[in-house]
């Protein structure tokens, strides 16, 4: 039930400076989202205007999202400023004790499309060196969040003790609070997962799709539908809001073999909302932020939901292989009375 406490108050007692950090990340999401709403009367916003450092198409709407939220925070507590969009660390202020990482726009290819995208991010206490500030377990960040740029512009975030869900009220240009303590529920019966590429899957993914697929009829006993957005910001909210899992496993293409989700600007404070929100996030095995990234840009598989059904992913990785192939109609480590 939407509030009056706005995000302003709700960062009034915010730890380590977060409050004017987050405060100004919401005011460019406000103006990101009446440029985004304007759609082709705003400009060529979904233009291909070349590649970032790893090599995907970048939009127009990326740079200049970038841009905007790198001024924003000048003069802020950041000293070191991670983007997606951008090869290396940029050192903002030398005095500042905050490490922030940022995809500044999720889900550009969706910008023509209409469909729902969003900007997420994830800040730390700086460490002494840049990149020691974000090569490390997530489950030290502080605070993550994203802004999703839909029907209605809000904002989730979490500042380590719950995820909380803002709603921008435009009559008044400030963020409500609607929802102070969100909950993943364990009995949605929905999963989002690109199924074309399923011939490049490994068994177990295969399997548990498989078991997914044959509904009331297979060992699952339950009928489940497939979501697939393609905006990983939209997904997460779908799944925040009324549960499910999603899926973006590795698999056997050129440039697949982690995914194709990069653990520091998207996956780790993805995670951190996922579970203070009741969930749980791996990389098909392993808990994210337990995870250490190699590098910047490092990509990783992600499945994240309701922990009932993170939980099964991971246990069917632990199947022999005779029981993840397609033909076998048991799975040793299930039953239906007792599944997960």
Not at 174 to 186: F, K, R, S
Not at 258 to 263: Q, S
Request: net charge negative.
């Amino acid at each position: 039930m939407t509030s009056h406490i706005t995000l302003t108050d709700y960062l009034a007692d915010a730890p380590n400076d977060l409050g004017g950090v987050i405060a100004a990340m919401a005011g460019v999401g406000r103006d990101l989202s009446r440029r985004i709403s304007r759609g082709a009367l705003g400009g060529a916003l979904g233009k291909s205007v070349g590649k970032n450092s790893d090599g995907d198409q970048q939009k127009a709407l990326d740079v200049m999202a970038d841009a905007v939220f790198h001024a924003a925070l000048k003069g802020l507590p950041v000293k070191y400023y991670a983007s997606e969009e951008q090869q290396s660390i940029v050192t903002m202020n030398p005095d500042g004790h905050l490490a922030l990482a940022i995809d500044p726009l999720d889900g550009s290819s969706n910008i023509d499309m209409n469909v729902s995208i969003g900007t997420i991010f994830s800040v730390f206490k700086a460490a002494n060196k840049a990149d020691q500030s974000f090569l490390r377990p997530g489950r030290e960040m502080i605070a993550s969040g994203y802004i999703i740029y839909g029907p209605q512009t809000s904002i989730v975030l979490t500042l380590g003790n719950g995820t909380a869900l803002f709603v921008l009220d435009y009559k008044t240009d400030d963020y409500l609070l609607v929802e102070p303590g969100l909950n993943i529920v364990d009995d949605a019966a929905e999963y989002a997962i690109n199924a074309s590429n399923y011939r490049h899957w490994a068994k177990p993914i295969q399997a548990y799709i498989d078991d997914l697929v044959a509904g009331d009829v297979g060992i699952r006993a339950k009928n489940f539908n497939m979501r697939w957005v393609a905006s990983l910001v939209a997904e997460t909210h779908r799944i925040i809001m009324r549960g499910g899992i999603f899926l973006y496993p590795s698999d056997d293409r050129d440039g697949y073999e982690m995914g194709r989700l990069r653990m520091v600007y998207e996956c780790a404070p993805i995670a951190f909302l996922i579970e203070q929100a009741g969930g749980m996030a791996t990389d098909g095995s392993n808990r994210i932020l337990d995870l250490t990234p190699a590098h910047l840009h490092v990509r990783t598989p992600f499945v994240f939901g309701s922990k009932d059904k993170v939980t099964r992913v991971a246990a069917y990785h632990d199947l022999p292989d005779i029981e993840t192939s397609p033909l076998f109609g048991k799975r040793g480590l299930f039953n239906v009375e007792g599944s997960i």
